[in-house]
């Protein structure tokens, strides 16, 4: 027989040591981490002088996107961004590649395109964008009915024929010009009164599936391109922006609104006049991060918020660069996205940028995030950058 250790010095023998050496461990294995290089270049920031504004007024939450009815549930993935073309059938690029057209009942789609290498079972997964393709912004050419200009968020710039279904790059996102950075997140596209195309490059750091990662960083890594369809020349308009997002051309064709995603804000760049060139404030301090803007049947804007700023997390978030590299550098985006509460809601603005009212899904029970709005009259259309469906919400007057 062997002698039994007591329960007392053994126990104490065996557990003292073991919660040592697991200390020790994890000091060690805590340490190396901390100083393996971060993936993002942290800036703190603020996204206005002013606190965030209060839920009241036009901003009043009310449950108005939750009388929304969901189209084609789950046929359909991240439909990101609408067009019209003249005969007024809808268009949406989505999140498995590719450009569909609905039927003017929305009873029924048709696939257009597919801006991809491929077209394959797994197109929509995150981790095949880049071969699958993933079409954001979209806008048909002023001249030729059947060519859309398509923002493919891998590709760049590109032209689709929506008769033939070809595709051709104009602007490749990894060679976009000389002396241009190449483009991580090609996001929106617009063509002003002299036939110009001008689009977002959210980043050209970080592309769509790691695109959380410039909020983390808080930097401006953004910019507006303008493409010139006549000689193919591309430049830079407008760079240092956080997070370039969605662009609308103003009903007067002198400026340019530029969704200014990670600072709540929406900018307005001069298309002619004495300011030509130069970018001011058109709206700033929203209640959350806008995404992409389309026009209101009443003459102002349909903004989407991508976020919601609620509770103060992303505002507090943003004052704190040293945590923020802790949750990038650690892989904690997961967790922090789950503690950040969902909350659609979807803005119309006037022509002076002023809030005139908001529709709310104070918990998305119906919608899910939102990512863009077309105003059809009656109606509201909504689409996603994630949710497998589309959205008709009825419009009061």
Known sequence: MQPQASKSDGGRFRRGPFVLICGALLAVGF?????????IEPVGFRFSDQPAPSFSGPLAVNDHLKRGKLLFSRDILAPESFVLDKQGRVYTGLGDGRVIRFDREFKSFDT??????????????????EKCGRPLGLHFHPSYDDLLYIADSYKGLLLGNVTS????????????????????????????????VFFTDSSNKFDRASNRMEFLEGGGNGRLLHYDPFDRTVRVAVQGLHFANGIAVTPTGEHLLISETMRA???????????????????????????????????????????VRIYGLLDTLASLPRLRNFIAKFNLLPILEKMIPVHVIVLELDGRGNVVRSLHDDNAEVTGPASTVLDMGDRLLLGSYSAPHLVVVPLDS
Not at 31 to 39: C, M
Not at 122 to 127: I, R, V
Not at 173 to 190: C, F, Q, R, S, Y
Request: proline content about 8%.
């Open 165 to 196: 279904g070809q595709v051709k790059t104009l602007v490749d996102a990894h060679h976009p010009g000389e002396g241009i950075l190449p483009m991580k997140l090609t996001n929106d596209v617009t063509v002003v009164s002299n036939g110009s």
């Open 112 to 129: 257009i395109l597919h801006t991809g290498e491929i077209l394959h079972h797994q197109c929509g997964l995150a981790s095949m964008e």
């Open 265 to 307: 804000r929406i900018l307005r760049y001069h298309l002619k006049g004495p300011h030509e060139g130069t970018v001011d404030v058109f709206v700033d301090n929203l209640p959350g991060l806008p995404d992409n803007i389309m026009p209101s049947s009443r003459g102002g804007y349909w903004v989407a918020l991508a976020v």
């Open 31 to 39: 340490a190396i981490a901390w100083s393996r290089p971060s993936p």
